[in-house]
């Protein structure tokens, strides 16, 4: 079986862990948003797709949900003891060796889709991993009142700020003209089924929908989504900040209106959401919570049992 899914960082990650252990002879490709990319103290940094990366391949650091495993953060100490900024990014050092060598082969005229395949060659994550595009297309905010606009980097909003600002608008700059990496649209093509996993729906699935051309060929495909959203809440992370600003309720069934149809066949919801329900789509509640291995690969069962009457 072929599978495709859309990812973001955590919640992304976190599913695929378990859509490994229900489906361990599935060809996976996992399309990564890079909308949160960034560029710090000249290093190209992709929290995403390394968070997929990590979890995938070990190197995670479990508690967190980003960021390696047994991390120090001695550079980042010493950059602040020279006042570099920004100091508000936790690069840690083990993480930094990554950027050196992404930024390097990119300097070196690699694209990212192929770097990304090199940084993997260690890490071994069992899934092919593709950034959505070798393109900058980068999230930014727009914060401030009427005549005080600014569009920040997502990043200062989300990490800096923890999204306590309110956002008026996201602008993925660059999107308008990226491409889908090579490999995106041939894998969607060839997939027998697409999933959204509960990765944020604005700013990491709501990210990869913007390039050019993956939302039509995402179309005809059986797409099924997992609800980011539990009751009135996202299960963790600020993705209600996100929401808001773009109108749209933090709940399973706005999140269901948000996607839509022709885009999705299946959705699956909290069970005290069971009531959710949208015209073309067929909805099932089981549990939610991706807290144990087992839970977590549970969901994915659950998830592919749900394409197949899709
Ligand atoms: P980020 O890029 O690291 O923010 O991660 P993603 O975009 O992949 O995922 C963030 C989303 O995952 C948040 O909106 C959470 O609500 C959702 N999430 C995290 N853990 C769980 C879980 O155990 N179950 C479900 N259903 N959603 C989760
Ligand atoms: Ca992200």
């Not at 973001?8 to 996992?30: C, E, H, N, Q, S």
């Not at 909308?35 to 000249?42: A, P, R």
């Not at 190209?44 to 190197?59: A, E, K, N």
């Not at 990043?155 to 956002?167: G, L, M, T």
Request: aromatic share 6%; hydrophobic share 45%; net charge negative.
């Amino acid at each position: 079986m072929r599978i495709v899914c859309l990812a973001g960082g955590i919640g992304g990650a976190r599913f695929l862990r378990g859509l490994k252990a229900a489906a361990p002879d599935a060809d996976i490709t996992v399309i990564g948003n890079t909308g949160d990319d960034i560029t710090l103290f000249g290093l190209r940094v992709c929290p995403d797709l390394d968070t997929v990366m990590y979890t995938l391949g070990g190197g995670i650091n479990e508690d967190q949900g980003w960021g390696r495993a047994a991390e120090t953060f001695t550079v980042k100490e010493e950059l602040a003891a020279y006042g570099m900024e920004p100091q508000w990014f936790g690069l840690g050092d083990r993480d930094v060796a990554t950027h050196i060598v992404r930024t390097q082969m990119l300097s070196a005229g690699y694209t990212l889709a192929e770097v990304t395949q090199a940084l993997c060659a260690r890490w071994q994550p069992g899934v092919r991993l593709i950034p959505m595009t070798n393109d900058r297309a980068e999230t930014h905010v727009v914060v401030g009142e009427e005549h005080a606009r600014r569009a920040i980097h997502f990043q200062e909003w989300w990490v800096r700020e923890r999204a306590s600002i309110p956002a008026q608008e996201f602008a993925v700059i660059g999107a308008d003209v990226a491409q889908p990496a090579p490999g995106v649209l041939e894998a969607i093509a060839e997939a027998d089924l697409v999933i959204f996993p509960p990765s944020n729906p604005v700013v990491s699935i709501g990210t990869i929908l913007q390039v050019q051309g993956i939302r039509e060929a995402l179309n005809p495909k059986t797409v099924v989504g997992v609800s980011p959203i539990i009751g009135r809440a996202p299960v963790r992370g600020m993705a209600d900040a996100c929401l808001t600003a773009i109108g749209v309720e933090t709940t399973a069934q706005a999140v269901l209106e948000l996607y839509g149809t022709p885009l999705i066949n299946g959705w699956l919801v909290a069970e005290e959401d069971k009531g959710v329900a949208l015209d073309g789509v067929t909805v099932e509640a089981v549990p939610l919570l991706m807290s144990t291995p087992d839970t977590t690969r549970a969901l994915a069962e659950a998830t592919l049992s749900l394409a197949l009457r899709a």
